[in-house]
């Protein structure tokens, strides 16, 4: 019997799974020969953002839809976020006006690109604070 080749696959686009580049892409990468990794964001709804280059980070898709977040019970456009700000994001299509997705989103570049951090519960705050505090203590070193 001859010896099966590992995959190897040049692109992945892949979806569903908050922080894909920092949970995943080391072992995807070892499982399918170092294929670059892309994530894009979606729902039934429709696809909202997608990464353009190979810098972890989401462009929204402003062209198609009207995307705010809900941030200390205020409402604002999504491209209103400065970075490091975060909200829950509400996202109008011409089938679901202003439904709330249930997800948080992070700001990486001023109203630029963003990061799903997860689902709105207590349990995305908590991670969103323990992740500020890593980085202000690795600053330290």
């Given amino acids: 019997m001859k010896a099966r080749r590992p995959l190897s696959l040049q692109v992945m686009f892949l979806a569903g799974v908050p922080g894909i580049h920092w949970a995943y892409t080391p072992s995807l990468r070892k499982l399918y020969g170092g ?15 997608s990464q353009l280059t190979l810098e972890p ?4 898709m402003y062209d198609f839809y009207v995307l705010e977040v809900e941030a200390g019970g205020k409402t604002k456009m999504l491209h209103e976020l400065k970075a490091g700000q975060s909200g829950c994001l509400i996202a109008s299509t011409p089938l679901a006006p202003r439904y709330r997705m249930g997800d ?3 700001c990486l570049k001023d109203g630029v690109l963003f990061r799903v951090v ?3 519960r207590v349990r995305t705050r908590v991670l969103m604070a323990a992740e500020k505090v890593a980085r202000a203590l690795s600053a330290l070193f």
């Fill in 104 to 106: 948080v989103v992070l």
């Fill in 57 to 60: 980070g989401l462009a929204p």
């Fill in 118 to 120: 997860g689902r709105k």
């Fill in 35 to 49: 294929a670059d990794i892309f994530e894009v964001y979606g729902a039934a709804e429709g696809s909202f953002a």
